[in-house]
Nanobody
Framework: EVQLVESGGGLVHPGGSLTLSCAAS????????MNWVRQAPGKGLEWLTEISKSGTFKYYSDSARGRFTISRDNAKNTLYLELNSLEIEDTAIYYCAQDRLGNVRGQGTQVTVSS
């Protein structure tokens, strides 16, 4: 059974930073591209970023490019998302996912950006 468990969310001021983690199990983590998606209050899922199996290639949405950084540690079966220069509009539940649509994702971790 695929399990994706996100952690690291919290309350942060505008301009602040957070690093999210996603512990993966139940599948061969290194065989999959991995993604981060998010869902803001009252909105649909938004794809943010994807990383290749080895971590060599990284892709970002316009929302994420320049502020967010995806990385992975295949030895630890863990995916990461570094969030920098956070804005109030980044308030959302953040999910790691096996696909860009978020069809296979974890339970999410809440990130709240507020002054």
């Amino acid at each position: 059974e695929v399990q994706l468990v996100e952690s690291g969310g919290g309350l942060v001021h505008p301009g602040g930073s957070l690093t999210l983690s996603c512990a993966a199990s139940g599948f061969v983590f290194s065989d999959y591209f991995m993604n981060w998606v998010r869902q803001a209050p009252g909105k649909g899922l938004e794809w943010l970023t994807e990383i290749s199996k080895s971590g060599t290639f990284k892709y970002y949405s316009d929302s994420a490019r320049g502020r967010f950084t995806i990385s992975r540690d295949n030895a630890k079966n863990t995916l990461y998302l570094e969030l920098n220069s956070l804005e109030i509009e980044d308030t959302a539940i953040y999910y790691c996912a096996q696909d860009r649509l978020g069809n296979v994702r974890g339970q999410g971790t809440q990130v709240t950006v507020s002054s």
